[in-house]
């Protein structure tokens, strides 16, 4: 199903345009000039993306899922608005830009105008400038293609901006692991957004089974993190979108954004902002960056949300409406949170990097009662747990006081294998990496079943990372 089925008139309730919200000041980050730098260990991080593309699902220049032309809908006016509404309460913050490959190219006024801009904020507050390679490239072309064109894209990024600049990452959707390994070896940039947490059966395609914080991915697949020296990629994968785990559980969405089901539901514009309004778009966009930044920050010792908004959403939507929510959201993260650090995704995978110097020691951990708004039903609470092995999922009903049931048990320590290469007349939707039991519950298999009934195998691999779980 498609998660960009934009239910305007919601949006724009009288309620949902009155940001009515005092912001704090934010405070400058330990990456200004003259303060030492930051640990990934006691910080909580944002990373948010501005996305600038000619056309929707844009895979290459000559790869446009939807051949709709939105120029007029990308103006220097409309990104500026956009980067100042971010700044307004957050004036150290960086962000990423990321450019499709013909928004790189493309000779019109209005293009040339927009990357002049980047580069601008780029020498002027630190930000990112690099690449998107639409969504899905892994799903229509071949590997070998995405590439070349990587390099291609690369190099006009560093003569846009000139002085030796190269991005420290890229803004890659689903990237494969041929692709991340070119990065790494060929390119030497280390991080990558090439993941995209949970996503199935959404626009078209996905790939479930990943862990949804930064992990070095394996040579047999993105979603597996590497097991040993023999299939680590030295690339730190990142997921693009912060999501709200107890909706995350569902496949793609029914198609009603006020009183269905949407498994993208979490800090995205589209499935919060833009479907529910303002107010109660913000009050669940809150309730999952919580997740991070109060218990998820307790138990793993940082948070981490991250973001990617499209700037054609300035016109399609409403500049007033999507500059007004930029500045919600990004103002109440610091009034919660005034600690937050907003940067770019080269600077928080490097960051990550820096610390992790493999998949042996990271151990994430999360719980989650639902927000009562929606899909994200208050009644459940879900526990994961995500390691160099495996991740699992633990979900009860709390107000019933019932026993919890494993959800997803996605094992890493088992062989797992890609898709063969892609072109754009025969795609490769799925991608996912799902084994013995997944959250979507797609399968006979993925029927929920007690801890206790797990195999004595897989209960003695678990009982390894959390002796202290009901086995």
């Known amino acids: 199903m498609k998660r960009r089925s934009f239910i305007v008139n919601s949006a724009l309730t009288s309620a949902g345009l009155m940001a009515g919200t005092n912001f704090l000041k934010a405070s400058p980050n330990s990456f200004s000039p003259g303060k030492p730098p930051l640990s990934i260990i006691g910080n909580r991080f944002v990373t948010f993306c501005i996305m600038i593309r000619t056309t929707p699902w844009e895979v290459s220049r000559d790869v446009k899922l939807l051949p709709r032309d939105e120029a007029k809908w990308h103006t220097l006016d409309g ?5 100042e509404a971010f700044a307004q309460n957050n004036p150290d913050g960086r962000l990423t830009w990321g450019f499709t490959m013909n928004a790189l190219e493309d000779k019109r006024k209005n293009y040339r105008e927009i990357r002049d801009y980047a580069v601008e904020c780029q020498q002027k507050y630190g930000d990112e400038f690099t690449y998107f390679p639409g969504y899905f490239p892994a799903m229509y072309l071949p590997r070998e293609r995405v590439n070349r064109e990587i390099t291609e894209a690369i190099q006009t990024i560093s003569g846009l901006v000139g002085n030796g600049y190269r991005p420290q990452s890229i803004i890659g959707g689903f990237l494969s692991a041929d692709s991340l390994k070119y990065l790494a070896e060929k390119e030497k940039i280390h991080v990558a957004q090439g993941v995209i947490w949970s996503q199935h059966n959404v626009d078209g395609g996905g790939a479930d089974g990943s862990p949804s914080y930064p992990y070095y991915p394996s040579t047999e697949h993105f979603c597996k993190p590497a097991q040993g020296k023999s299939d680590f990629i030295d690339c730190v994968n990142l997921d693009g979108w912060t999501m709200d785990f107890i909706c995350a559980r569902q496949s793609g969405s029914n198609g009603h954004e006020i009183t269905g089901y949407n498994s993208r539901r979490g800090v995205g514009p589209i499935e919060t902002y833009i479907g529910w309004g303002l107010d109660l778009g913000n009050r669940e966009v809150m309730h999952t960056e919580s997740i991070h930044f109060d218990k998820g920050f307790e138990l793993n010792k940082f948070g981490w949300v991250t973001n990617i908004w499209e700037a054609e959403l300035v016109y399609e939507i409403g500049k007033d409406f999507i500059c007004n929510a930029l500045k919600m959201w990004v103002g109440d993260t610091k009034k919660r949170w005034p600690d937050t650090h907003f940067v770019t995704f080269g600077e928080y995978g490097n960051l990550w990097r820096d610390h992790y110097k493999n998949n042996d020691e990271w151990n994430y951990r999360f719980v989650e009662r639902g927000s009562g708004l929606g899909d994200s039903y208050n009644n459940l609470e ?19 006081d019932e026993p919890e049931h494993v959800i997803d048990f996605t094992r890493y320590d088992l062989p797992a294998h890609e898709p063969a290469d892609a072109t754009p007349q025969k795609p490769v939707k799925d991608w ?7 959250q979507k519950g797609l399968r006979p298999q993925d029927k929920p079943i ?14 390894r990372y959390y002796p202290g779980l009901n086995l």
């Open 79 to 83: 990104v500026r608005s956009m980067r």
């Open 382 to 400: 879900i526990k994961w747990f995500m390691n160099k092995e495996f991740r699992l999922a633990l979900l009860r009903d709390w107000h019933k």
């Open 432 to 438: 996912s990496l799902m084994n013995r039991i997944n």
């Open 450 to 463: 007690l801890l206790t009934e797990l195999k004595q195998e897989e209960k003695d691999l678990v009982s």
